[in-house]
């Protein structure tokens, strides 16, 4: 047990020497990031909630030196397809491409583009009981809910472009 504390601490001890510095802390990549981006007003439900949750990993803007522009693309495959050729389930595809502009220049100072996707299952005809496997509610919520899922992902992705390119275009 001893040795182990032993090693840990020493490990520890060895980060900065490798240049490792903590992206909030002291002199790190983000210090000083929070509130100073000012997401673009949403069109949809879909950007609600990728604004939301940019804004809750980013802050609310205070002091706003830059504004983030996005761009969403959505598709939607169905996956799972049974001996009937009833589909069990979808995925939901996302492509969100994004700009970070310097607000006293307008200048683009990064931009680029995440995917990834999320999926949710459907309901399907029971043969068995002559009756439909769920209802159109819970696919309705369903496919909400992976939809604001997507959403988290895509904006957690840019965040941690942003923070981890913040030194290259950070004024």
């Known amino acids: 047990m001893w ?10 001890a060895a980060l900065p020497a490798c240049g490792f510095t903590p992206a909030y802390g002291p002199g790190g990549a983000a210090a000083g990031l929070r509130g100073t981006i000012r997401v673009d007003a949403p ?10 949750r940019l804004e809750e990993r980013l802050g609310q803007p205070t002091a706003p030196a830059y504004r983030l522009s996005a761009s969403l693309a959505i598709g939607q495959d169905g996956l799972g397809i049974t001996p009937d050729q009833d589909i069990t389930r979808y995925r939901i595809r996302g492509e969100l491409t994004w700009a970070l502009r310097d607000i006293a220049g307008d200048t683009v100072v990064t931009d680029g583009m995440v995917r990834n996707f999320t999926g949710y299952s459907a309901p399907v005809f029971d043969n068995t009981r002559g009756s439909i496997a769920g209802n159109t509610v819970s696919v309705i919520t369903a496919e909400r809910d992976a939809r604001e899922r997507l959403m988290t992902i895509l904006a957690d992705q840019l965040v941690s472009r942003l923070i981890a390119t913040a030194p290259e275009w950070r004024r």
């Not at 040795?3 to 520890?12: D, G, H, T």
């Open 3 to 12: 040795y182990s504390r032993r090693s840990l601490l020493l490990a520890l």
């Open 43 to 52: 069109s949809d439900e879909q950007g609600y909630y990728l604004v939301r």
